[in-house]
């Protein structure tokens, strides 16, 4: 049996705290310009600053907010070497350790912070979600509880932090998210339609109930109406972030006693919901793969068919293939990729019918709504509704070090709750259109993809 964290974990996205820090009178402009995602903005003010422990910190948040984490470890070390006990700096690292999934390092720096500057409301959100990883819900609960009593001026946050504390509170001692599997690898196969791939799943023994398989999942979520025939027990409510509309959307909570695809089983798993029609015509559910990062994940496009495996010796001889470093936000896979010469970092979606780029990047390709042509009345739905502006960008190539695909036009859209959300910038979606001819194979701790023709 394995397990990890599923819903407990809350999803911390921007820099919302930076304005309570104290002593930072020089910098509450910077802080409050981060607070609005003004990046380039929050750039220029400080570059006007002097370059002391604190701002270099600060320069080291603001490449994290781009997505550049070489850049952004090297400035929170350097803020570290002239001031150790700047807690900034160690806050950014272990933000950089929880996205490579060492949850070691990441529980040293973020509570090294914490100790350093116990009044940031951010730093216990981060330290939280950081010991909820380690399974650790005693210290994740107490982290919880404190974010809540500094009470931030940011009602989402509040309402999932709330909102995961009712969920430790449901599962009490129980293991959260066990995983059984018979013998390894495990198989769970699936059939692809509409450009998403579809798995049967039994909930509390009834079903089968027809899921999407979904990397680009922040969490499993299910229909209200498949709630309902199952009976679940609803433990909460919060918010779920994603494109479209108002960029987020209220959810229900509930909690599977066990969850089964194949002769894969889930024990006491908190399961979001939905009840958009649209989505209820393709789908019961979405089975975000987050829930099986303990194993290796394989996405074999080609034989139909997700395999769970075990994680190789350290001096295994590697698989064909190629392999790419990845970072891990809120349950979320970002790839490092090039774009027409661009480089961007995007979530790896096979829930996705298609790839995108976010308007940022199309921006960087020279194109947005007043370019010529480029606007298209055309609707993306999301979790937040439809997506309004729509640009279209012709002769599109993809590139990884050993891989290219190339694309006649691809679409643009507003990922910039996303990128808030996670607290990094997103420079676009690869779906379906790119892996369907790829054996990808995710190794979360690991924190790197396989690509494999």
Known sequence: MSSRRVLVVVAVGAVTSLSLLPGL???????????????EQAEDRLAALPRTAQNVALRGEIEFRKGHFQPAETLYREALKMEPGNARGHFGLG??????VNTK??????????????????????????WGIDKNYAQQRKHLEEYLRLNPDDQDRLTEAKAALEVLK??????IGGVEVGTLPARIRFRTSLNLIFTGIRINGKGPYDFAIDTGATQTVVSEKVAAETGLQQISSTVVFGIGGSGKVETKLYKVKEFAAGDVKVKNLPVGTFNDPLISQIADGILGTSIFSDFIITVDYPSGELLLSKRPARNATPESGEVLPVWFFSNLILLPLEVNGKKGNFIVDTGAVTSVLSHSMAAQLGIDEKTPGAKINMG??????FEGVVLRIPGVTFKTPK??????QV?????????????????????YDFFSDYKLTLDYYGGVLRLAK
């Open 380 to 385: 993306i739905a999301g979790v937040g509704g």
């Open 170 to 175: 449901a599962f009490g001692s129980e293991e």
């Open 105 to 130: 390092e990441a529980i040293q720096e973020l509570s090294r912070a914490v100790e350093l500057d116990p009044k940031v409301p951010l730093y216990h959100l981060y330290a939280g979600e950081a």
């Open 403 to 408: 891989n290219t695909e190339v694309f006649p």
């Open 95 to 100: 933000k950089l350790a929880m996205a490579k």
């Open 25 to 39: 009178a020089q910098n509450s402009s910077v802080a409050d310009l981060l607070l609005k995602d003004e990046i």
């Open 411 to 431: 679409v643009a859209i507003d990922l910039k709750q996303i990128s808030k959300t996670i607290g990094t910038e997103v420079s676009g979606i690869i779906g």
